[in-house]
């Protein structure tokens, strides 16, 4: 190579090195943003969902009193619907890296039937339109 050549890339990698450590600064910042506001959005959402759980418990469970029986196992299987959010949204605050870009994702072996079979059944309480009543 020739030798002028190499000190003029030299020299102009020297001097864009300030910039860079600027933008790397900003990315930083940028990076621990997000992070702040992903676990922030992320525990009020858990916040608001288990707030709900509570108050769907108390009137599944009767604390509130008697309720008509299709209001108790509805308030049943919401309660079992807003665990679950509760559930994700903490799955999704413990497996983010921001700074990596990525979400931990476990992978196990399940039985699809059953999988497909339990999905069902827990869509059978959803509410329908009144015209199918």
């Given at each position: 190579?020739?030798?002028?050549m190499v000190r003029s890339l030299l020299l102009?990698?020297?001097?864009?090195?300030?910039?860079?450590?600027?933008?790397?600064?900003?990315?930083?910042?940028?990076?621990?943003?997000?992070?702040?506001?992903?676990?922030?959005?992320?525990?009020?959402?858990?916040?608001?969902?288990?707030?709900?759980?509570?108050?769907?418990?108390?009137?599944?469970?009767?604390?509130?009193?008697?309720?008509?029986?299709?209001?108790?196992?509805?308030?049943?299987?919401?309660?079992?619907?807003?665990?679950?959010?509760?559930?994700?949204?903490?799955?999704?605050?413990?497996?983010?890296?921001?700074?990596?870009?990525?979400?931990?994702?476990?992978?196990?072996?399940?039985?699809?039937?059953?999988?497909?079979?339990?999905?069902?059944?827990?869509?059978q309480n959803a509410p329908r339109p009144k015209?199918?009543?």
């Open positions: 190579p020739d030798p002028h102009d990698q020297i001097e864009r090195l300030p910039q860079l450590e600027r933008e790397n600064a900003a990315l930083q910042t940028a990076t621990q943003d997000q992070e702040k506001l992903i676990h922030k959005v992320g525990h009020e959402v858990k916040s608001y969902l288990t707030k709900s759980a509570g108050a769907l418990a108390a009137i599944a469970e009767g604390d509130l009193g008697a309720v008509p029986e299709g209001v108790q196992k509805m308030a049943g299987a919401a309660l079992k619907e807003t665990r679950k959010g509760v559930a994700t949204v903490s799955d999704i605050l413990h497996g983010a890296d921001v700074s990596k870009g990525t979400l931990a994702i476990e992978k196990k072996v399940f039985d699809l039937k059953q999988t497909v079979l339990q999905a069902a059944r827990g869509h015209s199918q009543y």
